[in-house]
């Protein structure tokens, strides 16, 4: 079965690995039943794609028992194959509520991990004793979108690390490099500053984005498009 039969689903839900059984009906939290009963307001037999974000889903049909929701399985699991060509995009972290836009188009267009930066001339840097609850809440907004856009392996977010400590894993943006080609899949933006003589040193190579000044989320977003777009 392609996945693209996740497109005509009328809901997509994120469950535990273990709770995604041989079929049968498959248990759900408070919250996901809540979703798509009072929210979503399913109809009994509409069918509601189920994974675990580990590349393993299955279609359900959601069924009303009394004030009740539930799931049950009306096809085969299946085991998505993954690339062997993974797509990470590290970024340092922007103003306000642009991460959150950033976390949510990255997942959308299909990334398997977003590495977090403090870059030297960054402004915004997560306090230690933050990092955990920002990284939840990162990891939700991400969860969200998996639903929306049908994923069915979660993004991986890390924590911030000092961008000089990761840099040479990565090919930077930065005016004067090289095009992108195919065999970028591992690309760092940085903060709106740009990088500094440090960082510029470490990293692997450059390619440049274009003649204008982007955004480090547009940056993220515009080189995650075309580093998806080259392994498909």
């Not at 984005?209 to 498909?232: N, Y």
């Amino acid at each position: 079965m392609d996945r693209s039969v996740l497109r005509t689903t009328s809901a997509h839900v994120l469950v535990d690995a273990d709770l995604l059984g041989d079929g049968g009906t498959i248990s759900i939290d408070d919250d996901i039943e809540h979703h798509l009963r009072r929210v979503l307001r399913l109809r009994d037999g509409e069918i509601v794609g189920v994974t675990d974000g580990e590349g393993r889903w299955c279609l359900a049909a959601s069924l009303r028992d009394g004030n009740n929701l539930r799931l049950e399985a009306t096809s085969a699991i299946v085991t998505e194959v993954t690339s062997a060509r993974s797509v990470r995009i590290a970024a340092a972290i922007p103003k306000g509520d642009r991460l959150d836009w950033m976390v949510q188009k990255v997942t959308e267009l299909g990334v398997d991990r977003l590495s977090l930066l403090h870059a030297d001339r960054s402004v915004v840097r997560w306090k230690p004793d933050r990092v955990e609850h920002q990284l939840a809440r990162a990891q939700r907004i991400a969860d969200e979108a998996l639903r929306q856009s049908r994923r069915v392996v979660r993004l991986a977010i890390d924590a911030p690390l000092p961008a000089v400590d990761v840099l040479d894993d990565f090919v930077i943006a930065e005016p004067g490099g090289r095009s992108l080609t195919g065999g970028d899949s591992a690309v760092a933006v940085g903060p709106e500053g740009g990088w500094s003589d440090a960082e510029l040193a470490v990293a692997r190579d450059r390619i440049d984005l274009g003649p204008t000044i982007l955004r480090t989320e547009t940056a993220a977003v515009a080189v995650s498009t075309l580093c998806v777009a080259f392994e498909r």
